[in-house]
């Protein structure tokens, strides 16, 4: 579609040329799409980034590295210790789609066996969640899809799940940081200020060293996002889950195995159980406290009603309704937790082995 407000393309990536009234422009599938800039409003001017010259995708190896060793913490698990052999991943916004998912089909990346980096595996289901042809995934950009801010934006999901920071360019020749859970608002709403340019993002290497789970659903076979939620192993007794297109914005929990407030020991979770509770801190992505309860499963669910009580509610829109969402929000979220924490985690014995939803996660055994 034409975007008849433009009056003038100019191929830039210098944010210091910015001006009113003017748009980044990387892929163009949502601007053109809705012949808008639905972020900002009509543009008169576009800055076309394409020919920046970024790399796509750039790994960056810890001064003293040493070989990359993987500590397996028990069945399923993978999770590695802090090892300097692991580098980060740093993904241009220019990054097409098609080249992102073209890393997990890599033996070695970044040097590294594969098999070390079980992080990768969310690339495939992440991709595929766009719901769009092998056209679109040589055209749109992993930037293009953050900045645009939308629920279901698939890239927020996958770099908010690996605890990506977003390496901001600013108009008056500074840059900054951000994490990228902390940028989404709303639809369409971010905290990107005028004429400010996502440069590209930081995938720590631990995170790629992690073992992920991932759960997607909607309410058609591949239709759009209603809920999506990626959790990866911390530690032996924790797991990091992310929240998004079920809620207005990221959010994000810590779950960990708890101690019993008795004795300071591991407990039992509840009478006869055997296995430990489960804390869970949830934190609305904007850097509150959050919340910290000693929870199961039913916990994790008031955990992150607390957390979306805080923000504007559960989303809504034609891709699902309000409590539809939260439900299947509720279910994939214990889903996450019986297969990241299956000697821990309490109070989800319904969902030890079930998958949820029309996209799954493969795991690498290469």
Excluded at 87 to 109: N, V
């Amino acid at each position: 579609m034409d975007v008849t407000s433009v009056d003038d393309v100019l191929m830039c990536a210098d944010p210091r040329q910015w001006r009113p009234g003017d748009s980044w422009l990387a892929g163009g599938t949502v601007i053109f799409s809705y012949g808008t800039d639905i972020t900002r409003g009509a543009p008169t001017r576009l800055l076309d980034i394409t020919d920046s010259g970024w790399p796509p995708l750039t790994w960056h190896h810890p001064p003293s590295s040493r070989p990359h060793e993987r500590t397996p913490e028990g069945p399923l698990t993978g999770t590695t210790r802090e090892v300097e052999g692991v580098p980060a991943l740093e993904i241009a916004a220019t990054c097409r789609i098609a080249e992102l998912r073209a890393l997990a089909d890599e033996p070695s990346p970044g040097g590294v066996p594969r098999a070390a980096l079980p992080g990768l595996d969310l690339i495939p289901p992440a991709c595929d969640s766009f719901v769009a042809s092998w056209k679109i995934w040589n055209v749109s950009t992993v930037g293009g899809n953050v900045a645009t801010g939308l629920p279901a934006g698939p890239m927020i999901s996958l770099l908010s799940g690996w605890g990506a920071t977003a390496l901001i360019l600013c108009p008056d020749g500074s840059a900054r940081r951000a994490p990228v859970a902390e940028l989404i608002v709303g639809p369409a709403r971010t905290r990107l200020a005028d004429g400010e340019l996502i440069r590209s993002f930081l995938v720590p290497g631990h995170a790629l060293a992690q073992t992920p789970a991932f759960r997607r659903i909607s309410l058609t076979e591949r239709g759009r996002s209603a809920a999506l939620l990626i959790g990866r192993r911390t530690s032996a007794s924790g797991l990091r889950l992310v929240v998004t297109a079920s809620t207005f914005h990221p959010i994000v929990l810590d779950v960990t195995a708890d101690p019993d407030p008795r004795n300071g020991t591991a407990g039992s979770g509840t009478a006869g159980s055997g296995t430990a509770g489960i804390a869970a801190r949830a934190d609305d992505a904007r850097g509150g406290t959050g919340i910290a309860v000693r929870a199961d499963g039913a916990a994790w669910r008031d955990a992150i009603d607390a957390a979306v009580a805080r923000t504007r509610g559960w989303y809504d829109d034609i891709h699902g309704e309000p409590a539809w969402r939260r439900l299947m929000t509720h279910r994939l979220g214990e889903e996450i937790l019986a297969e990241l924490l299956p000697e821990s985690a309490i109070g989800v014995d319904d969902a030890i082995g079930r998958v949820t939803g029309d996209l799954r996660l493969e795991r690498s055994t290469r």
